[in-house]
């Protein structure tokens, strides 16, 4: 099971700090991805690593502000939000999965375990 936590609200510039928590199993490899989504719209590729190799993956729109990170001791992903824009504002869930090739590590149905996702609001 997978529990996302640290949304909230935050002014433009500022920064956030989400964690995804793994209980009952281990991100031990396992591709972890953080997905983000609006009222209409399809969910969206945020960030992604490879939790044993430490790979990362970023969507264009996040490269440079956004930083996402593994734990092994602590079995949490984080991802790190600085320089948060309007636009960021999305329920953000954090994925999992251990087959997922880099060709489809953007995919969202792709992975196959999903936590129950954190509002990130952004505002002026």
């Known amino acids: 099971q997978l529990q996302a936590s640290g949304g909230g609200l935050v002014q433009i510039g500022g920064s956030l700090r989400l964690s995804c928590a793994a209980s009952?199993?281990?991100?031990?490899?396992?591709?972890v991805g953080w997905f983000r989504q609006t009222p209409g719209k399809e969910r969206e590729f945020v960030a992604a690593?490879?939790?044993?190799?430490?790979?990362?993956y970023y969507a264009d729109s996040v490269k440079g502000r956004f930083t996402i990170s593994g734990n092994n001791a602590k079995n949490t992903v984080y991802l790190l939000m600085n320089n948060l824009r309007p636009e960021d504002t999305a329920v953000y869930y954090c994925?999992?999965?251990?087959?997922?090739?880099?060709?489809?590590?953007?995919?969202?149905?792709?992975?196959?375990?999903w936590g129950q996702g954190t509002q990130v609001t952004v505002s002026s």
């Open positions: 690593i490879r939790f044993n190799g430490g790979h990362t």
């Open positions: 994925a999992a999965d251990s087959s997922i090739i880099l060709s489809s590590i953007r995919v969202s149905s792709m992975y196959d375990n």
């Open positions: 009952g199993r281990t991100f031990s490899g396992q591709t």
